[in-house]
T-cell receptor
Framework: QQQVKQSPQSLIVQKGGISIINCAYE??????FPWYQQFPGKGPALLIA?????SEKKEGRFTISFNKSAKQFSLHIMDSQPGDSATYFC????????????FGQGTRLTINP | DAGITQSPRHKVTETGTPVTLRCHQT?????MYWYRQDPGHGLRLIHY???????DKGEVSDGYSVSRSKTEDFLLTLESATSSQTSVYFC?????????????FGSGTRLTVV
């Protein structure tokens, strides 16, 4: 049962461009939506997170956009850099499952120089 | 990763043998989790713990057991390893519910069952 669906599976962007990764969820009880960044050979690391009381959160070049009615949220990376090349995971939690995160399938992002 | 250590980092084992993976934390966090990472599936929860001796199943718990006898250690055991359990296993910790505090992940254990 995949409660969080992530797309695309892989993405190639030119340096300086905008990278966009999308996620959709099913459980309306979800109230916490983080994004994790993972480099090869490392564990995922928390990048940015949002709650449904706001529609957008920005931290540096990274922005989460949240659409509660559509049950969708997305990660935007502005001015993408080769160092941003990594695998990105969206996740969600809330309701009776508040103690555990459900992850999307992951997106392998490559930024070409 | 600071405060959380997984061992071993790599392991090759034969089908049918028991395997135990260890997660050790120095953060005194209440919650500990075991996930497996597979291409196309992302991270899937195997088991988690919300205190010493308190554990619960995740979405892919069949064939796995866990134990937590001390706050700092969370063990994942494959009683009889199968090829379908070849994966990268990640431990994560959280001071409160993962939904409000997020996770800190270990560096992972790459397990190959031959």
């Amino acid at each position: 049962q995949q409660q969080v669906k992530q797309s695309p599976q892989s993405l190639i962007v030119q340096k300086g461009g905008i990278s966009i990764i999308n996620c959709a969820y099913e459980n309306t009880a979800f109230d916490y939506f983080p994004w994790y960044q993972q480099f090869p050979g490392k564990g995922p690391a928390l990048l940015i997170a949002i709650r449904p009381d706001v529609s957008e959160k920005k931290e540096g070049r990274f922005t989460i956009s949240f659409n509660k009615s559509a049950k969708q949220f997305s990660l935007h990376i502005m001015d993408s850099q080769p160092g941003d090349s990594a695998t990105y995971f969206c996740a969600a939690s809330g309701g009776q499952g508040a103690q555990k995160l459900v992850f999307g399938q992951g997106t392998r992002l490559t930024i070409n120089p | 990763d600071a405060g959380i250590t997984q061992s071993p980092r790599h392991k090759v084992t034969e089908t049918g043998t028991p395997v135990t993976l260890r997660c050790h934390q120095t953060e005194n966090h209440r919650y500990m989790y075991w996930y497996r990472q597979d291409p196309g599936h992302g991270l899937r929860l195997i088991h988690y713990s919300y205190g010493v001796k308190d554990t619960d199943k995740g979405e892919v718990s069949d064939g796995y057991s866990v134990s937590r006898s001390k706050t700092e250690d969370f063990l994942l055991t494959l009683e009889s390893a199968t090829s379908s359990q070849t994966s990268v296993y990640f431990c994560a910790i959280s001071p409160g519910t993962g939904g409000t505090h997020g996770y800190t992940f270990g560096s992972g254990t790459r397990l190959t069952v031959v």
